[in-house]
């Protein structure tokens, strides 16, 4: 840019230079702008482009123009003489030093402009086959003018012909100084107003519960709900509010819970250095609570609440008796309620010093879980007993036992009766009876429970007990304990003819519902019934028969008369019954080693004879046969 100076003689010099000629014309213009309005100034550029819109298109070497503004809402940034920004190929004339002339002036409500590109290089010229950005101006709303607008507010910037001294005219210089007709075009400036705030939105919240209860029979639960407060700022339009007061109040049912306190959350015990709110008025009521908070009388301490912030802490409880009998986990809700007061109260927030914003309160569901009965194992133990395959005839007792969960609350408890059932395959088997254990045997100096009543069923046996009926001798079961025995016999016709050493496996299963009256799996403690865990037993039937090593002479025992009587049958033609018995050693020989290795065996710590002492079939068959053996029948 060269120079700026005698703008009004050299403007005069350049429009009349040459008449205006017919057939080569101009538009100048700006295009629309919208905008955000703001709260104090709102500054914007204007660009301005040339176009030539009839005739041949022509070399230029100037214009001028001057356009309007509403002085009340804006301003051209700038001083005078005013010089705007050149752009484009404006900027770009005498080697990217610009116009040698370019000059305006400011007024309050527009500006003027003239421009030469070059007072001597003729060669300085541009064309406008299309719009060509030449200046930026650099506009910007009076402070406050756009403040608080409502709605958009749109503003025209309008050409000008009667700015400056004389006038500046709205011209094009094209050839050797002639004026081409030029014509300036309006464009509209748009302040968009804010989009409205919305009135804030609180919602009040505790979070779901969950308890278990303890004590006897049902429990007690107890638990503390932690009441929030949270502004939803979902809307992109949305203000976080400082808040100087909340009330609300909830309800419960009052058959499952009560409130026991009501007390200030984290967030309103924080205020005042940690003196809490200037008002924190809590009602406790049957069915529920109301609460009222003021942070601060003088209204400097404020709460904004952009995230949940607890505000208030209610410590509920079952009601006593309410989970007796109950099972598995009761639900209840708790709910905003809009009728406990006098008047009643309804869940606001309070901004702006003194405005009430009605507020969601959110219900919340509590699971209350009754106190877990104590924990007692009945159970059958495995076992091994022998059937004769011949006749299948057996017996065995079998062991009952108890042990009560170290988990258990107050283990180990004082337990003062039970009822269990104990089930059998009846096909294989009969019960014959139930005997106390020795733990029972010993209480009531010696005489047992007082009452010990025992049921026999084809598939099963039931026990009821009391141990006293004064409820003064208890029992406990820290390890497992007998209980009770009970004595078993086989059913013979189904065994009966059962290969020996065979085995036969059953179980014996503690469970509820034996009898005419459905006995249960029950255990006492405190006057309170608590339920058995079930633990089967194991029984192994083994089928007897065959014949037992070393017992010679079928009596069923091993002694010297064995070796004897093998002796007498070798050399002296006595009668054996069976000759596998008499095989001591197991080599499927009868010869004069047998009666060596059993009189080893008996007198000189030899190893006994295979098998020794149990009666089975000859695993190592061979030459030698057994006719019979009744000790093993």
Same mark, same amino acid.
């Given at each position: ?543 007897? /028969? !065959? $014949?037992?090593?070393? *017992?010679?002479?079928? =009596? %069923?025992?091993? &002694?010297?008369?064995?070796? #004897? ?7 002296? /033609? !006595? $009668?054996?019954?069976? *000759?596998?018995?008499? =095989? %001591?050693?197991? &080599?499927?020989?009868?010869? #004069? ?9 008996? $007198? ?6 295979? =098998? ?22």
């Amino acid at each position: 840019m060269r120079g700026n100076l005698f703008f009004f003689p050299l403007l005069t010099v350049l429009v009349l230079a040459g008449s205006f000629v017919a057939g080569q014309s101009f538009e100048i213009s700006s295009p629309d702008q919208s905008m955000s309005a703001g709260n104090g100034t709102v500054p914007f550029n204007a660009s301005f482009s040339i176009e030539q819109v009839t005739g041949a298109i022509e070399d230029t070497k100037g214009f001028s123009f001057a356009y309007h503004h509403d002085p009340a809402l804006l301003e051209v940034v700038g001083s005078n003489p005013f010089v705007p920004t050149v752009v484009g190929e404006l900027a770009a004339v005498n080697n990217n030093d610009g116009p040698d002339f370019i000059q305006g002036e400011i007024f309050p409500d527009g500006f003027t402009i003239g421009v030469i590109y070059a007072f001597v290089d003729q060669t300085q010229v541009i064309t406008f086959e299309v719009a060509k950005p030449m200046i930026e101006v650099e506009y910007s709303t009076l402070p406050g003018a756009v403040a608080g607008i409502t709605s958009d507010v749109v503003t025209e910037i309008f050409p000008a012909d009667d700015l400056g001294t004389p006038p500046t005219a709205t011209v094009v210089v094209i050839g050797a100084g002639v004026s081409a007709d030029a014509t300036s075009l309006p464009f509209f400036i748009t302040f968009e107003a804010p989009p409205p705030v919305p009135d804030p939105i609180f919602v009040i919240s505790a979070p779901d519960q969950s308890a278990v209860a303890s004590g006897p029979n049902g429990g007690v639960a107890s638990f503390i709900s932690s009441f929030s407060i949270e502004q939803d700022l979902s809307d992109p339009a949305a203000v976080a509010k400082p808040t100087y007061a909340f009330q609300f109040g909830y309800q419960h049912d009052p058959v499952m819970l009560q409130v026991d306190s009501v007390s200030e959350g984290a967030t309103i015990a924080a205020l005042d250095g940690g003196n809490g709110a200037d008002f924190f008025g809590e009602m406790i009521y049957a069915d529920g609570f109301t609460i009222g908070c003021t942070y601060d009388f003088q209204l400097q301490e404020t709460i904004t609440f952009a995230t949940a912030a607890e505000v208030v802490d209610v410590s509920y409880s079952s009601v006593s008796g309410a989970l007796d009998g109950a099972t598995g986990t009761q639900s209840t809700v708790v709910e905003e309620s809009s009728n406990l007061g006098s008047p009643p109260l309804t869940p606001v927030v309070v901004v702006d010093e003194g405005t009430s914003i009605d507020a969601e309160a959110l219900p919340f569901t509590v699971g209350l879980t009754p106190a877990p009965s104590n924990v007692f194992t009945l159970r059958c133990t495995d076992q091994q007993a022998t059937f004769s395959s011949v006749s299948g005839v057996g017996s065995f007792t079998n062991s009952i036992t108890m042990t009560e969960d170290q988990d258990n609350v107050g283990y180990p408890n004082d337990t003062q009766g039970f009822s269990f059932g104990i089930s059998h395959d009846s096909i294989l088997l009969t019960v014959i009876d139930v005997h106390q254990g020795a733990i029972l045997q010993a209480m009531n100096g010696g005489a047992g429970a007082d009452y010990f009543q025992v049921g026999i069923y084809p598939d099963g046996c039931t026990v009821g007990c009391i141990y006293d009926f004064q409820n003064i001798t208890v029992a406990q079961f820290p390890t497992e304990t007998e209980l009770t025995t009970a004595d078993y016999e086989t059913v013979a016709g189904t065994l009966a003819g059962t290969e020996a050493g065979d085995t036969i496996v059953t179980q014996l299963t503690p469970i509820a519902g034996l009898g005419p009256n459905s006995v249960t799996l029950v255990m006492v403690v405190g006057g309170q019934s608590n339920a058995l865990v079930s633990d089967s037993g194991e029984i192994s039937l083994v089928a007897t /028969g !065959g $014949f037992d090593r070393g *017992d010679c002479n079928d =009596d %069923g025992l091993f &002694d010297i008369a064995d070796p #004897i009587t093998l002796l007498d049958n070798l050399f002296l /033609g !006595g $009668f054996v019954p069976c *000759d596998d018995a008499c =095989d %001591g050693n197991d &080599d499927e020989l009868k010869d #004069i080693a047998d009666p060596i290795y059993i009189l080893a065996a008996l $007198f000189n710590g030899g190893p006994l004879p295979p =098998d020794s002492g149990n009666c089975g079939p000859d695993p190592t068959e061979g030459t030698l046969g057994c006719d019979s053996f009744d000790s093993c029948a």
